[in-house]
């Protein structure tokens, strides 16, 4: 959209923050305070990832990677939702929409 202006939440990861990284200019990063998993829903989504498949043995990169596609396929929206809904966050995002 010609003129829309967007704003992109990023945690403090060092990969975030590439001094070669090129950001349009309607675009703004905004990054969350250090060490602060609670303000990024998807950490627990990761977490949740991560153990089921971190601590096992896998012949191949091949076989990790088809491991986590199985994983990911048995996520359910509800199953998603309970992971990553924060309360005060659906509760902020509905009065931003009212």
């Given at each position: ?32 305070p250090p060490y602060s998993p ?61």
């Amino acid at each position: 959209m010609p003129g829309a202006t967007g704003a992109l939440i990023l945690d403090n990861g060092q990969f975030h923050k590439a001094k070669k990284l090129s950001v349009p200019s309607n675009v703004e990063l905004t990054f969350l305070p250090p060490y602060s998993p609670e303000l990024n829903p998807v950490e627990r989504l990761w977490q949740d990832l991560k153990d089921q498949v971190a601590f096992d043995l896998y012949e191949s990169l091949a076989a990790l990677r088809q491991e986590v596609r199985s994983a990911v396929a048995t996520y359910t929206e509800k199953a998603v939702a309970s992971l990553t809904g924060y309360e005060y966050l659906a509760n902020a995002a509905d009065a931003l929409s009212s």
